[in-house]
């Protein structure tokens, strides 16, 4: 299932949006991560990367992160990105 | 007083019966019509690009421009058999100018015509205009920059870095690794503001503050011993990126105020944002001092706030940011903030730089 997918089935799961996530970090930096690993501290992934991680996440999960939300620790493993994506789209749910 | 006519960035040339005399799949030995080389030169120097719209057997036209010595002028050559129109929007897309902003030279106004149609915009000379086209005021920008007179070096840097890029199947920081990526960051003089102008006049430059320094004000603080101006340079393997940002800060005790950043879109892939701001933190950091950013959203910086964002900066508040000059509150500028500490030096580039706390 793709992200795309995973969007339009309402309520999204934890689940998930952590298999699309590895899925998609699997694809674009050719190595395979653990849900809890630190992507920024092991080196994996770089600034700009994650960059394009904010882009990717808001267009999957039709959200916007913005302002405080885009503080680094949201996006530093799997996990914390999929905490971000269920409470920005429960706030836009609710 | 007319308005100054838009200036012309890029200049799309036919070949048969323009570039050269007679027609190449009939006289495979055709000259080049008069004047062409100093114009082509002339124009190349004022920071001008030169392109190809033809309909001709591509190897065989570029052989022959390669044969008179001028291939190295063209960027992204449109040699086929398809509609003229359609090969210079395809240029201007490529350049990311508007079509305002390119110029068609053809003998056949029927070629004219049909460029004319569907693409309004482009300016078209006829081919006995080729000697005139260097005292148009359109050719003539007012500044020639340093980098305007190396943009199509840049330009053509960036196709074969592109084409690498294309090729290389691997995580996007191993290939930056293997661009050997070096950034110069200087205290600026006049001269690197000349450079730098051309940046922030320029449509495609990201204001990652989102507030507007003049050229005047910029220089005006050159000599203020509070700021600090300075430039950023980029090259790779490839060549030279040019002047690619500009940074003002002033710098109080305890607190370093960063009232103007703003980076080429150039060189976002590269991250240099981040590069920029990492280098700022760790300077602060070593003369213990907070750093505050005014940034202002606008439709176009929204990369740069993430580059603040992820680098550290919040919306905190701090006592560093009483009595501090910050606009903020007018016309939508924010102050953020940091608490500066110690960072590492980027592992995707080299990095020359000044040390800021001993200025
Ligand atoms: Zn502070």
Not at chain 2, 110 to 133: G, H, K
Not at chain 2, 253 to 258: D, E, M, N, Q, V
Not at chain 2, 265 to 287: E, H, K, P, T
Request: charged share 25%; hydrophobic share 45%.
């Amino acid at each position: 299932m793709t992200a795309e997918q995973a969007a339009e089935a309402a309520p999204i799961s934890a689940q998930a949006v952590e298999e699309a996530l590895l899925a998609f970090l699997a694809e674009r930096i050719k190595t395979s991560v653990a849900v809890d690993q630190d992507l920024f501290g092991s080196g994996l992934v770089s600034s700009m990367f994650a960059m394009q991680l904010v882009v990717h996440l808001e267009e999957a999960y039709d959200i916007a992160i913005i302002g405080p939300e885009l503080k680094l620790d949201n996006f530093r493993t799997v996990q914390a990105m999929t905490a971000l994506v269920l409470r920005l789209s429960a706030a836009r749910d609710g | 007083m007319p308005d100054k006519p838009t200036l012309v960035k890029c200049l799309v040339w036919d070949l048969d019966n323009t570039l050269w005399r007679g027609t190449l799949l009939e006289d495979p030995d055709v000259e080049l019509a008069d004047g062409v080389r100093d114009v082509i030169a002339e124009l190349d120097a004022r920071g001008i690009l030169h392109s190809i719209s033809s309909k001709n057997d591509y190897d065989l036209a570029w052989t022959q421009l390669e044969k008179l010595g001028l291939a190295e002028y063209f960027v992204f050559p449109q040699i086929g058999w398809g509609r003229k129109s359609d090969a210079v929007l395809e240029i201007a897309e490529r350049l990311n100018f508007a079509p305002g902003a390119i110029a068609f030279i053809d003998d056949l106004p029927t070629e004219r015509a049909e460029v004319n149609f569907a693409a309004p915009d482009v300016r078209c000379y006829p081919a006995e205009q080729i000697a005139a086209l260097p005292g148009l005021p359109e050719f003539s920008p007012a500044v020639v920059t340093v980098d305007a007179r190396r943009r199509r070096e840049m330009y053509q840097a960036g196709f074969r870095r592109d084409a690498e890029k294309e090729s290389f199947n691997g995580p996007d920081e191993e290939f930056l690794r293997t661009l050997d990526l070096v950034m110069t960051i200087k205290f600026a003089d006049h001269e690197d503001l000349s450079r730098v102008e051309e940046l922030t006049l320029r449509t495609s430059q990201m204001n990652a503050t989102g507030v507007h320094y003049s050229d005047a004000a910029l220089r005006g603080l050159l000599a203020d011993p509070a700021h600090a101006v300075l430039t950023v340079n980029m090259a790779d393997r490839f060549g030279p990126h040019g002047a690619v940002g500009v940074m003002l800060l002033e710098r109080r005790p305890g607190i370093w105020h960063l009232k103007l950043l703003a980076t080429s879109c150039r060189v976002v892939a590269f991250g240099a944002g981040a590069v920029i701001l990492n280098w700022l933190v760790d300077q602060a950091a070593r003369a213990d001092a907070h750093l505050a950013a005014d940034f202002r959203k606008t439709d176009r910086n929204r990369m740069m706030e993430i580059a603040y964002r992820f680098a550290g900066f919040t919306d905190d508040a701090c006592t560093c940011l009483a009595g501090l000059g910050t606009l903020t509150g007018r016309d939508g500028v924010q102050c953020l903030h940091l608490a500066a500490e110690r960072r590492a030096a980027p592992t995707t580039m080299r990095l020359d730089s000044p040390e800021l706390a001993a200025r």
